[in-house]
T-cell receptor, first 108, second 113 residues
Framework: GQQVMQIPQYQHVQEGEDFTTYCNSS?????IQWYKQRPGGHPVFLIQ?????EVKKQKRLTFQFGEAKKNSSLHITATQTTDVGTYFC????????FGQGTELSVKP | DSGVTQTPKHLITATGQRVTLRCSPR?????VYWYQQSLDQGLQFLIQ???????AKGNILERFSAQQFPDLHSELNLSSLELGDSALYFC????????????FGAGSRLTVL
């Protein structure tokens, strides 16, 4: 089964509102990856976090890796309709194990 | 275009049948991964090959099998199909055999009637 828990499963926001999805693992991670899957599309790599407490930004997206390297978050500031999709975190365990994903819908 | 090619894009078949899904990895990538994504489900890891050899196995049913050929393309064989096998099957590739960054193909959507 899945090793990494991701919440929430769904998030509906008004355009311009912020959005956050969280991933939690029961064990310490060597790194964590984030992917985005647009509706009808395939997962696309966004970023990889490696260091404890690491924070990385991509325009309106902010990715954080917890100090204990057991959790991570993705925060989107001022969502736009182009942000719609499912966001997955992925944990390396020899192979890449994906969280259940958070499906984001944005109402214009 | 991600560089990972999957065929066919869509496939409709009946229960009890057998199908083969094909994947060509991105140029230079030696690892191929297969994932299953059912409706409202996440990405379930099935199996990984690296340079022709099986490297890791996930929740892959005994009715399913895969292989990676010398030219590095891979095939996922699904037999004795059941309704519950209807899903999107993704192939992904990476350069190494560890849990590297994956490049996904567009997927093959299988519908079992």
């Amino acid at each position: 089964g899945q090793q990494v828990m991701q919440i929430p499963q769904y998030q509906h926001v008004q355009e311009g509102e912020d959005f956050t999805t969280y991933c939690n693992s029961s064990t310490t991670l060597s790194n964590i990856q984030w992917y985005k899957q647009r509706p009808g599309g395939h997962p696309v790599f966004l970023i990889q976090l490696v260091k404890s407490g690491e924070v990385k930004k991509q325009k309106r997206l902010t990715f954080q890796f917890g100090e204990a390297k057991k959790n991570s978050s993705l925060h989107i500031t001022a969502t736009q309709t182009t942000d719609v999709g499912t966001y997955f975190c992925a944990e390396p365990r020899g192979k890449l194990i994906f969280g259940q994903g958070t499906e984001l819908s944005v109402k214009p | 275009d991600s560089g990972v090619t999957q065929t066919p894009k869509h496939l409709i078949t009946a229960t009890g049948q057998r199908v083969t899904l094909r994947c060509s990895p991105r140029s230079g990538d030696l690892s191929v991964y297969w994932y299953q994504q059912s409706l409202d489900q996440g990405l379930q890891f099935l199996i990984q090959y690296y340079n022709g050899e099986e490297r890791a196995k996930g929740n892959i049913l005994e009715r399913f099998s895969a292989q990676q050929f010398p030219d590095l393309h891979s095939e996922l064989n699904l037999s004795s199909l059941e309704l519950g096998d209807s899903a999107l099957y993704f192939c992904a590739s990476s350069a190494g055999f560890g849990a590297n960054v994956l490049t996904f193909g567009a997927g093959s959507r299988l519908t079992v009637l």
